[in-house]
């Protein structure tokens, strides 16, 4: 059975352009969460999508957005790329909104590098 | 709002020896907690989970309790081998107010293992 998956592993932007980074949940998961992490740092919380609406939002400004499709499967989007953008983004999935307690829990992808020079 | 906090620096150990990386949080609701482990190169890992005060998690070697009483939620190992060296992030999960299932992370401890 296949894990979370995440499109592209890696890519280069340039300042200014948009990016679009694409992730498959684990098949029956509903929910789909974007982190972003930082060199040295933790993940921090993007959004989170449960039966394709958003559920949560963190503390990123308005260039990020998302959407989850029919099939549960998501897009992050990031306009206007600044350097400080620069990260591993990564996608987890879970079978309820939670990923807490019994046969629940949160998937994680490998994630997607995104340098922006 | 929520945080977790973990032991700073790099932890350095020879193989076999006992490992601590602390972690203490603070959440508004009732809170799950979780270690999370990262190999170079690659996603993160659920290592263990504790739902509920006193519950203990484990995995692989790898124990955690969650102390309520002391809001901590530390991991240890009683002999570390070279295939553990990885980055170690304590996190939680908070149903109370508008946290929904988000995941606040800590900084990640460094464990490198030597022969």
């Known amino acids: 059975d296949a894990g979370v998956t995440q499109s592209p592993t890696h890519l280069i932007k340039t300042r200014g352009q948009h990016v679009t980074l694409r992730c498959s949940p684990i098949s029956g998961h509903k929910s789909v969460s974007w982190y972003q992490q930082v060199l040295g740092q933790g993940p921090q919380f993007i959004f989170q999508y449960y039966e394709k609406e958003e559920r949560g939002r963190g503390n990123f400004p308005d260039r990020f957005s998302a959407r989850q499709f029919p099939n549960y499967s998501s897009e992050l989007n990031v306009n206007a790329l600044l350097l400080g953008d620069s990260a591993l983004y990564l996608c987890?999935?879970?079978?309820?909104?939670f990923g807490t307690g019994g046969p629940y829990g949160y998937t994680f992808g490998s994630g997607t590098r995104l340098t922006v020079v | 709002g929520n945080s977790v906090t973990q032991m700073e620096g790099p932890v350095t150990l020879s193989e076999e020896a006992f490992l601590t990386i602390n972690c203490t949080y603070t959440?508004?609701?009732?809170?799950?907690l979780f270690w999370y482990v990262q190999y170079p190169g690659e996603g993160l890992q659920l290592l263990l989970k504790?739902?509920?005060?006193?519950d203990k998690g484990s995995n692989k070697g790898f124990e955690a309790t969650y102390r309520k009483e002391t809001t901590s939620f530390h991991l240890e190992k009683g002999s570390v081998q070279v295939s553990d060296s990885a980055v170690y992030f304590c996190a939680l999960s908070d149903r109370g107010g508008t946290s929904y299932g988000k995941l606040t992370f800590g900084q990640g401890t460094i464990l490198t293992v030597h022969p």
């Open positions: 959440a508004t609701g009732y809170p799950s």
């Open positions: 987890a999935s879970s079978l309820g909104l």
């Open positions: 504790a739902t509920k005060a006193d």
